[in-house]
Antibody, heavy 122, light 108 residues
Framework: EVQLVQSGAEVKKPGESLKITCKGS????????IAWVRQMPGKGLEWMGI????????RDSPSFQGQVTISADKSISTAYLQWSSLKASDTAMYYC???????????????WGQGTMVTVSS | SSELTQDPAVSVALGQTVRITCQGD??????ASWYQQKPGQAPVLVIY???NRPSGIPDRFSGSTSGNTASLSITGAQAEDEADYYC???????????FGTGTKVTVL
């Protein structure tokens, strides 16, 4: 079964660091881009950035550039989303998703992780 | 700011047809994909490319594109179709991705 499994919920204080994980299985992890998506409470989906685990090439959304770090370890089929200093406004659900490109001009975020809820509160 | 615009909410009577639209300049170059999200759940892909449905998605879901507007239609809406729906595409420059603002579908 193709799946992405994310790490569990986190409760942190402002200023703390955090790294959450997204582990792929059932497919060639190095052959597909992985996206990170934020959903703040009661709000819509926001694309944060992507990484190609095969060579760790990354593309960041201008809205999130410098705020988070996206990385991957292909040896253990895991992608990461990392903060060096959390803020209360980082409180959100974070999803990883696989990007599938079946044809020209066509793509889909076809497999999603279950989400990781990050709560930042003093 | 999001470059894909959706109506915030629509309602549909049980068994009737509803169409959700997504507008953005990048849709002239890239197909949209569509996602259904129910409360407390991760999004699920329902339509991608030129009206393609993943395995397991009912055929009452269909997609189309005209100019800068992509549409998702639900023909014969069911109670379980009540959810938030998001479109997704590349941005105008083609280097990044963007989600639409989301549409809440209520089945009456």
């Amino acid at each position: 079964e193709v799946q992405l499994v994310q790490s569990g919920a986190e409760v942190k204080k402002p200023g703390e660091s955090l790294k959450i994980t997204c582990k792929g299985s059932g497919y060639s992890f190095t052959s597909y881009w992985i996206a990170w998506v934020r959903q703040m409470p009661g709000k819509g989906l926001e694309w944060m950035g992507i990484i190609y685990p095969g060579d760790s090439d990354t593309r960041d959304s201008p809205s999130f550039q410098g705020q988070v770090t996206i990385s991957a370890d292909k040896s253990i089929s895991t992608a990461y989303l990392q903060w060096s200093s959390l803020k209360a406004s980082d409180t959100a659900m974070y999803y990883c998703a696989r990007i599938w490109v079946p044809a020209a001009m066509t793509f889909a975020f076809d497999i999603w992780g279950q989400g990781t809820m990050v709560t930042v509160s003093s | 700011s999001s470059e894909l615009t959706q109506d915030p909410a629509v309602s549909v009577a049980l068994g009737q047809t509803v169409r959700i639209t997504c507008q953005g300049d990048s849709l002239r170059s890239y197909y949209a994909s569509w996602y259904q999200q129910k409360p407390g759940q991760a999004p699920v892909l329902v339509i991608y490319g030129n009206n393609n449905r993943p395995s397991g998605i009912p055929d009452r879901f269909s997609g189309s594109t005209s100019g800068n507007t992509a549409s998702l239609s639900i023909t014969g809406a069911q109670a379980e179709d009540e959810a938030d729906y998001y479109c997704n595409s590349r941005d105008s420059g083609g280097h990044h991705y963007v989600f639409g603002t989301g549409t809440k579908v209520t089945v009456l």
